[in-house]
């Protein structure tokens, strides 16, 4: 009885790690950038670039990713109900991360995406142009909720970006 746990323990180990390896999985986000006329664009992107590590040292891996970049600092922030801000770029590189309530994103091509806890965005719009009186992006809170958030700020622009709809890296989302 004891050899049959033991033996059905280690199986399913090896099984779970076989199955992720056949299917890696990735991490959509949205990324706001600014094409060469400085007009910023939203695009459903997709990070991809995980490895199953053992991150926790708890012999229990886990997909980590594998291309991070040095964060500057991080702050909480909270949308009161009906908040919306003024159009602007992004004032760094970061991630904005909704932990509750609802938020959106509306670029100067007209496109609005409306997000809930736990969607992510990178505000990549630095480069951003006056474009019909607007520069950037317009962001502001939804629902009966304040949007709390956490953003998290980059040092700097991620290098080598392969897609630059997809500035954090990863590849859009079809």
Known sequence: ???????FCCLAAVNFQAQAVKSSPSIPYWSVWADAQGVTHQTHCALRN?????????DHPEWVSQQDHATKRYVFNIMPVGWIGNWHKNPEPQWIIPLSGRWFVKTTDGKTVKMSAGEMSFGGDQLAQMVNGKEGH???????????????????????VVHPECAAGG???R
Do not use: R
Request: no cysteine; charged share 15%; hydrophobic share 45%.
């Open 1 to 7: 009885m004891k050899y049959t746990a033991l033996a």
């Open 50 to 58: 995980l490895a199953l590590q053992d991150f926790a040292h708890t």
């Open 171 to 173: 590849t859009a989302i």
């Open 138 to 160: 317009i962001s502001g809170s939804l629902g009966k909720q304040p949007a709390k958030v956490m953003i998290i700020q980059l040092k700097e622009s991620p290098e080598n």
